[in-house]
């Protein structure tokens, strides 16, 4: 079944619900009608005007006081592509690229942009054939949007640049003579349309919020497996503390927390302690102004992924092409920096439930192990937890703090926004790798304290997790394990219901 682009707006489950089911992409009528419309009215447009249009009949930049010739206007995009096609270092994450070709087609698909059919239809080729284009993650502003990655982006589009085909990365080139494609001849305004534009960032907002819903729950799950394991006091989840302060997420994560508890055999036991250290007690307003902060995201991120984000604008009922700056991108790196200091905090606190339970303070031997001497246990793993927090901490500097003129001064605040969506994907990755080294520490203290057992779902939980990582009776390679465990987080489905 194929996923139509068509009015109704993306949402994160239909992007999420596109990619688990691996649906082709195509074009509804509506959108074709849209887009045809946009292009014959830029078309007449040109053929009446005398008055420049900014990167349509003009040079881009500060070079949009050079008028181009007519003759010389399909060109002028082509060479807009090959030469901003700057985007170095590693490459971007395959996924993320392929979620930047839905956006640009979903962009263009709301008939504001003038580009021909033809040209969307062939991003939709892309997708669907699993033509994925090899982009870079260094070189992007965030101000005349995503320049240099959207170049790479599309210079298969001509015939040039790299794509990832069967598993290989070729030349575009042979990959499209393989498939029967010709290049693309541009025409006017389609290369400034697939240049300008937000969706490098988007996209990795995208990806870093569909794993920061799935992290959420599972630093919910994981906390409260935590909150047995160390022996911890139900009494700071209870509904009354969290009326008296009622922030949305604390109150969310309150409650669940009660529910993932709910029927344990430890919380039945009787508490020596009067509190808990606050990496454990304060889960609720820790992880629920983490919920808060991603709700704020994603509201912001949704927004912009149904937007136009390239320029100038073409208002085809009011008769305007208008230059302006949506294509700037303050509202996304504001956000991502947001989303990578809120994340990062899951892990941080996680991190110190990990150091806790390793302590030997309360019913578990130190270290997790025993013969502890000859067996370190678990002494490392709790290192690489607080590595990764640490490098969180100096990956969550704020980017959309700083700006860098470009274009000789004519684009003379930028939002640094693509340095802000990179870095937060790296917070949200390991954050998944501190929750999965916190998972490990819990379920082998849970191990040490039978015959005691967890809550119904929180069983089940561990009884998927011992097929993964088994338990551990003696010192062995542990790197295996953390990476078995962050796999299982990856692929588990997290079903914790009380069924």
Request: glycine fraction near 6%; hydrophobic fraction near 40%.
């Amino acid at each position: 079944m194929k996923f139509y682009i068509s009015s109704a707006p993306l949402t994160f489950d239909s992007i999420r619900d596109l990619l688990r089911e691996g649906r082709e992409l195509a074009l509804s009528s509506e959108s074709r009608k849209a887009i045809r419309e946009c292009k014959e009215y830029l078309d007449r447009v040109i053929a009446r005007s005398s008055q420049p249009l900014y990167g349509i009949t003009t040079g881009f930049g500060s070079l949009c006081n050079v008028n181009i010739s007519p003759e010389d206007l399909g060109r002028l995009q082509a060479n807009l592509l090959m030469s901003h096609a700057c985007s170095l270092g590693p490459p971007v994450d395959p996924g993320i690229v392929r979620l930047m070709l839905l956006l640009k087609a979903r962009a263009l698909s709301l008939g504001k942009s003038g580009v021909h059919e033809r040209t969307v239809e062939r991003i939709l080729d892309m997708y669907n054939k699993g033509v994925t284009p090899v982009v870079r993650e260094l070189g992007s502003l965030g101000a005349s949007g995503d320049l240099s990655p959207l170049a790479n982006l599309f210079l298969p589009l001509i015939g040039e640049g790299e794509v990832t085909f069967e598993g290989e990365t070729r030349p575009a080139a042979e990959v499209a003579r393989q498939l029967g494609w010709e290049p693309l001849a541009l025409e006017a305004k389609e290369g400034l349309a697939l240049l300008n534009g937000t969706q490098f960032m988007s996209a990795h907002a995208v990806h870093a919020l569909l794993k920061s819903f799935r992290l959420m729950d599972l630093a919910d799950a994981i906390g409260a497996l935590s909150l047995d394991a160390y022996d911890c006091r139900v009494d700071p989840f209870l509904p009354q503390v969290h009326a008296a302060r009622p922030h949305p997420g604390q109150v969310e994560t309150a409650r669940r927390v009660r529910s993932l508890l709910e029927g344990s055999g430890f919380q039945q036991e009787k508490k020596v302690h009067v509190q808990d250290p606050y990496s454990f007690r304060c889960i609720p307003q820790v992880h629920g102004a983490t919920r808060d902060a991603v709700a704020h995201v994603a509201t912001v991120v949704q927004r912009e992924i149904n937007s136009v984000t390239d320029n100038p604008t073409i208002f085809v009922d009011d008769d305007l092409i208008l230059s302006g700056g949506n294509f700037h991108g303050q509202p996304l790196a504001l956000s991502l920096d947001f989303l990578a200091i809120a994340i990062a905090e899951l892990g941080s606190i996680s991190e110190r439930r990990t150091y806790r339970l390793i302590s030997g303070q309360r019913k578990t031997p130190e270290f997790l192990v025993a013969n502890s001497g000859l067996n370190s246990g678990f002494m490392i793993p709790q290192y690489a937890a607080a590595a990764i927090a640490s490098q969180n901490k100096q990956l969550c500097t704020p980017c959309s703090v700083d700006s860098i003129p470009s274009s000789n001064e004519q684009e003379d605040h930028v939002s640094m926004g693509g340095n802000a969506a990179t870095k937060c994907v790296k917070v949200v990755e390991n954050v998944e790798r501190v929750l999965a080294i916190e998972l490990m520490n819990a379920a082998q203290a849970i191990e040490l304290q039978r015959p005691t057992r967890s809550s119904p779902p929180l069983e089940r939980f561990l009884d998927a997790f011992r097929e993964a990582v088994p338990f551990n009776n003696e010192d062995r390679v542990m790197y295996k394990d953390i990476n078995q465990a962050i796999s299982f987080l990856q692929q588990h489905d997290l079903i914790l219901s009380r069924e």
